[in-house]
Structures are given as structure tokens and as C-alpha cells.
């Protein structure tokens, strides 16, 4: 079946590194929107990219769709204590009704 | 993994009705569950948080009225849609927060159209 996975699991840092997480979709995704909990908190929308290979950056964080629309990467440089959470990538898929999640990227960033 | 389940996948019913949609905590034991909407081409929307034993807290612009919500059991919460409308016809989400790893797991969705 359909299926998103995301890698890192867990991912811990000091503060200023950098972090990245991957999102791989086994089927052709419409779109790909990230999601960002924070500890107690609900997945809170960050962006959404639609175009094969889209970049778009929010300050520190990077965020790329690949050229299949099966793939996607965040990227934070230098990353903050306030990074901390965890990210979820998600999307529709490009023939369905379904809406898929991955199952997130927890990051710890020790200051 | 643990897994949430939603039923049903796709409902279709007419102006004026009411439906409801559940949404289960498989195999573990979930306090809270969120509700999301997603118009077409758009990010989810947080609608209400379903606390277990308590009352839903609702977001802003969301009318309880309209969606209640029930969380009666540590695995089910239910989203009913009253006097639904075709400006209702959306796709519903829940989440549910497995307290043991503070882990958050999504259900597939439902597909809501309002004739």
C-alpha cells in the first residue's frame, strides 16, 4: 500500500548545527506540506510546496520537493533550542483520495 | 506501529443530515486527539482538541454546535457533523497523541460530500 516514511527517527544536536530530515513517498505525491509539534502541542503547518524540484526557505529553514514528487527534504541551519519538536512531512497523493503522513522526525537540540 | 483508524473513508449524504466519523486508537490508549480539516489544496486546519472525559476544546471560528465532538474511551473519539451543509463537504483528519512515547499518529481521513 501507500506508504511515507521519514529519516531520520530521532535526530539530536547541539545548538547550531545543522539538521535535515527526509521524507519518501512510495507513490507520486500532489503535493508536500510540512508539520511541526512542538512537545504538548498539535502539528502546526509550516509549508507547502507543489512544483517538481521546489525550493522555498523560511529563514533558516529549507525546504525541497523532489523531481518525482516522491521525495522531500527540511533543512535548519544553524539549528535553535525553539527548533525543538518533531516534523512531520505529509501530502495527497497524486491519484486518490488519500492524505498520507510520515511518521515524523523527533529533534532534540541541546543548548 | 500503532495505528489510527477512521470510518468511514467517504460519506456522501444529503443537505440537512448529520454524519459522524470515528476515529480509533488501535492499539494504544490516547488521552488526546486533534481534529483536522483540509479544504482542497490547502494545509490541514486544526478544528477542536478532544480530551478523553472532557470536554472538546474548540479553535476559533469553529462552532461546537455544529461539530461535536465525543471522546468517550481511551481509543475513540467521534466528530459528529450536524445539519451538515455542502459548505461542509471537506476532508476530516484526527490525530491521536500516544501519551506512553509522545507520539503522535494521524488517521487516513475521511471524505465528507454534502449533496
Known amino acids: 500500500g501507500q506508504q511515507v516514511m521519514q529519516i531520520p527517527q530521532y535526530q539530536h544536536v547541539q545548538e547550531g548545527e545543522d539538521f535535515t530530515t527526509y521524507c519518501n513517498s512510495s507513490t507520486t505525491l500532489s503535493n508536500i506540506q510540512w508539520y511541526k509539534q512542538r512537545p504538548g502541542g498539535h502539528p502546526v503547518f509550516l509549508i507547502q510546496l507543489v512544483k517538481s524540484g521546489e525550493v522555498k526557505k523560511q529563514k533558516r529553514l529549507t525546504f525541497q520537493f523532489g523531481e518525482a514528487k516522491k521525495n522531500s527534504s527540511l533543512h535548519i541551519t544553524a539549528t535553535q533550542t525553539t527548533d525543538v519538536g518533531t516534523y512531520f512531512c505529509?501530502?495527497?497523493?497524486?491519484?486518490?483520495?488519500?492524505?498520507?503522513f510520515g511518521p515524523g522526525t523527533r529533534l532534540s537540540v541541546l543548548p | 506501529g500503532a495505528v489510527v483508524s477512521q470510518h468511514p473513508s467517504r460519506v456522501i449524504c444529503k443537505s440537512g443530515t448529520s454524519v459522524k466519523i470515528e476515529c480509533r486508537s488501535l492499539?494504544?490508549?490516547?488521552?488526546?486527539m486533534f481534529w483536522y480539516r483540509q479544504f482542497p489544496k490547502q494545509s490541514l486546519m486544526l478544528m477542536a482538541t478532544?480530551?478523553?472525559?472532557?470536554?472538546?476544546?474548540?479553535e476559533q471560528g469553529v462552532e461546537k454546535d455544529k461539530f461535536l465532538i465525543n471522546h468517550a474511551s481511551l481509543t475513540l473519539s467521534t466528530l459528529t457533523v450536524t445539519s451538515a451543509h455542502p459548505e461542509d463537504s471537506s476532508f476530516y483528519i484526527c490525530?491521536?497523541?500516544?501519551?506512553?512515547?509522545?507520539?503522535?499518529?494521524f488517521g487516513p481521513g475521511t471524505r465528507l460530500t454534502v449533496l
Open positions: 490525530s491521536a497523541e500516544e501519551l506512553s512515547t509522545d507520539t503522535q499518529y
Open positions: 505529509a501530502g495527497p497523493l497524486l491519484h486518490g483520495q488519500n492524505f498520507v
Open positions: 492499539d494504544f490508549q490516547a488521552t488526546t
Open positions: 478532544s480530551n478523553e472525559g472532557s470536554k472538546a476544546t474548540y
